[in-house]
């Protein structure tokens, strides 16, 4: 993916840290590391949103000590957004953030672009809702295929976050596995051994013995 340029403008959607999900965390974390280990590349942070607008400036406060990023957040929902770019595929994502060199789209819209040199990748983190249908609403499953359709169409690669998901994204939308690459997630800097007290502080808090 690198080009001739000294340094990638790396763009990445955001919008789902707003729902405070796995998913949200796994966002947030990427974006907060990425920008801690590499400050060579430009990085421009898009997110979508409505009524939750104040999460995305949130955290974007969160990353001010940063002087390779940029943010855009307009105030338009993901409900507005996914059939402009999963059905319809207009409005490109560069009229909100402009030229950009990779791309990480979430697993739930895929923007178009103007650039058919731009390099698109997205993580599914699993198939749910092509595994256990009776377990997710119609609606979401829906709007989970019309993105996969798309992803299908658009990515250059795909992040899984283990080797099933892997195999579950080749078998249900047929990509050759040459374009998925299973990257596991680590585990935040919450999760680390505990001293005796606060064990015993949540042993007692669940009546565990």
């Known amino acids: 993916m690198r080009t001739s340029k000294a340094f990638l403008r790396i763009g990445i959607d955001i919008s789902q840290i707003t729902h405070g999900t796995g998913v949200s965390n796994y966002t947030k974390l990427l974006v907060e590391h990425l920008l801690k280990i590499d400050h060579k590349n430009q990085y421009v942070i898009f997110g979508s949103a409505l009524r939750a607008h104040s999460k995305l400036v949130e955290f974007s406060k969160t990353l001010e000590k940063y002087e390779n990023v940029r943010f855009h957040f307009p105030f ?13 595929g207009v409005y490109p994502i560069e009229n ?39 377990s997710v609403h119609k609606k979401i499953i829906a709007a989970h295929r019309r993105s996969q359709r798309k992803i299908k169409e ?36 919450n999760f680390k051994p505990q001293e005796d007290e606060k064990i015993n502080e949540v042993l007692e808090k669940y009546k565990i013995r």
């Open 76 to 88: 338009l929902p993901p409900s507005v957004l996914e059939p402009l770019w999963n059905i319809f």
């Open 96 to 134: 909100f953030i402009g030229e950009i060199d990779v791309f990480h789209a979430s697993d739930w819209i895929q923007p178009p672009f103007k650039n058919k040199n731009t390099k698109i990748v997205t993580t599914i983190h699993d198939m749910v809702p092509s595994l256990f249908p009776a």
């Open 154 to 189: 658009r990515a250059d690669l795909i992040f899984a976050d283990s080797q099933t998901t892997k195999d579950d994204v080749h078998k249900f939308l047929d990509i050759s596995q040459e374009k998925i690459k299973v990257v596991y997630l680590a585990p935040s800097e």
